[in-house]
C-alpha cells in the first residue's frame, strides 16, 4: 500500500449515480469489483449518489424509483449490506456539509480542466449548466474522504477525479498544516474497465444513452441480451489470433474483454480460444455466456423490487452506519477549519 495512506486503515469508498438503470459497464467496471473487494473482507461502503445525480434534471418519482432499482442492483449482483454499508448520500448530510469545506479549498480552474465537465457541456451553452454539474468533482471527494477511505474501486472513467480528490485531500493537508485526510488510490482493474457502446467503439457504454441497443441493461432478460449481442456492431473479420490483432478493431476488442471479464479470464486466453473465428461463433458463444451470467441478476432484481420498503429499510439502516464512521471525521474537519461548535 502507498506510504501516504499507511496511517489509514485501508477501507473502501465507491459510488454510482441512479441517474437511470445500471448497465453492463456499472457491472463489470465497478459493482462485479465492489463484491469482489466485499469478499477479500476488507470494510467497504457503497454510496447511491442522489446529489450527485440532481446536477442534471431528475424527475423527481424517476429519482427515487431509480435509486431504489439500483440498490436491487447491488443487492441482485452480491453485495451483503450486513457486510457492506449500502445507502444512498443525501441521507448522511456529512456529504453536502464537507464539499462546501472542498468547493473553498478546490480552484475553479481545477474543475474547468476536468474532462467530464467538458464533455457534458460539449456544444452546449456551458453559462446555462448547473452550478452543482461544475462542482461535482469536489462533492465525489468529499464522498471518499468523509470516510477517510483509502481505496476507490471505479472505471477507467473516474480517474481525472480521483486525481482531483487527491489534490483537494493535499491542499486541505497543505493549508491547514494537518495530515487529516488520506491521499486515495484509485483501484482501475480488470479487463472492463472501460466497456464500449455496442453501437459505435469508440463511445462509452452509458445509463444516458439514447439508444438502447448500445447498452446491457442489468434488468434486461435472456432475449434482450441476446438480440442486443447479435445485432452489436463488428467487422467482417474473424477474431485474430493475437491480442495485437485487435488494435484497432474496437468493436471486437470490446466484446472480448467483455467476455472476458464476465468468464473471469485474460483476453489473451479469449483470444486463444476464439482466434481465428468468425462472430457466427463468438457472438453465441457470448450470448450463452452473458444470458448465464447476467440472467439470475435480473430475476434477483425483479425479486427485490417488489418490496421497496425493505430496500428503503436496508438503505436507512446503511446510512445510520455510514453516518457514525462520518460524523466524527467531519466534526474535526469543522474544527480544523476554524468553525465554532458550542451546540449542546
Ligand atoms: P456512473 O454510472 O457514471 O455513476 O458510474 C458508476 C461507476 O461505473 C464508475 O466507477 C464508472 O467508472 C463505472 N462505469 C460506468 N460506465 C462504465 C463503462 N462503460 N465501462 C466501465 N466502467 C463504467
Ligand atoms: N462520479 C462517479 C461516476 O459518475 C460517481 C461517484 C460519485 C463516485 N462519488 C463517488 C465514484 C465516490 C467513486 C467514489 O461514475
Not at 45 to 72: F, G
Not at 76 to 83: F, M, V
Not at 105 to 118: C, D, H, P
Request: aromatic share 8%; charged share 25%.
Amino acid at each position: 500500500m502507498a506510504e501516504a495512506t499507511s496511517k489509514f486503515t485501508p477501507r473502501i469508498f465507491s459510488g454510482i449515480q441512479p441517474s437511470g438503470g445500471l448497465t453492463l459497464g456499472n457491472y463489470l467496471g465497478a459493482l462485479k469489483r465492489f463484491v469482489e473487494k466485499q469478499n477479500e473482507g476488507i470494510e467497504t461502503i457503497y454510496c447511491l449518489v442522489d446529489l450527485h445525480a440532481i446536477t442534471v434534471w431528475q424527475d423527481p418519482e424517476k429519482l427515487r424509483a431509480q435509486t431504489r432499482e439500483a440498490a436491487a442492483g447491488f443487492l441482485a449482483a452480491g453485495i451483503d449490506p450486513k457486510r457492506s454499508i449500502l445507502f444512498n448520500q443525501s441521507q448522511v448530510p456529512g456529504h453536502a456539509q464537507l464539499a462546501w469545506i472542498f468547493n473553498c479549498v478546490a480552484r475553479m480552474g481545477w474543475m474547468g480542466r476536468m474532462t467530464q465537465w467538458k464533455d457534458k457541456t460539449a456544444g452546449k451553452n456551458a453559462e446555462a449548466e448547473s452550478l452543482g454539474l461544475f462542482a461535482y468533482p469536489s462533492l465525489m471527494a468529499a464522498d471518499i474522504l468523509l470516510y477517510h477511505a483509502t481505496h476507490v474501486p471505479v472505471g477507467e472513467d473516474q480517474k481525472q477525479h480521483l486525481e482531483l480528490t487527491r489534490d483537494i485531500a493535499a491542499k486541505f493537508n497543505h493549508d491547514y498544516g494537518v495530515d487529516f485526510f488520506p491521499i486515495t488510490e484509485p483501484v482501475i482493474e480488470g479487463a472492463a474497465t472501460r466497456v464500449m457502446s455496442l453501437r459505435d467503439g469508440s463511445k462509452k457504454m452509458s445509463k444516458s444513452d439514447p439508444s438502447d441497443a448500445s447498452r446491457i441493461n442489468l434488468t434486461d432478460e435472456a432475449d434482450a441480451i441476446s438480440q442486443k449481442f447479435r445485432k452489436a456492431k463488428t467487422d467482417p473479420e474473424p477474431l485474430p489470433e493475437t491480442l495485437d490483432g485487435l488494435k484497432d478493431r474496437p468493436e471486437a476488442k470490446n466484446l472480448v474483454n467483455i467476455y472476458a471479464a464476465l468468464a473471469e479470464m485474460t483476453p489473451e486466453a479469449v483470444i486463444t480460444e476464439f482466434g481465428g473465428k468468425g462472430f457466427g461463433t463468438f457472438k453465441p458463444a457470448l450470448v450463452d455466456l452473458a444470458v448465464a451470467k447476467l440472467s439470475p441478476i435480473s430475476t434477483e432484481m425483479k425479486r427485490l423490487m417488489a418490496d421497496p420498503a425493505e430496500i428503503d429499510r436496508i438503505l436507512g439502516d446503511g446510512a445510520e452506519r455510514a453516518d457514525a464512521i462520518a460524523s466524527p471525521i467531519l466534526r474535526q474537519a469543522y474544527d480544523i477549519v476554524g468553525m465554532i461548535r458550542s451546540r449542546p
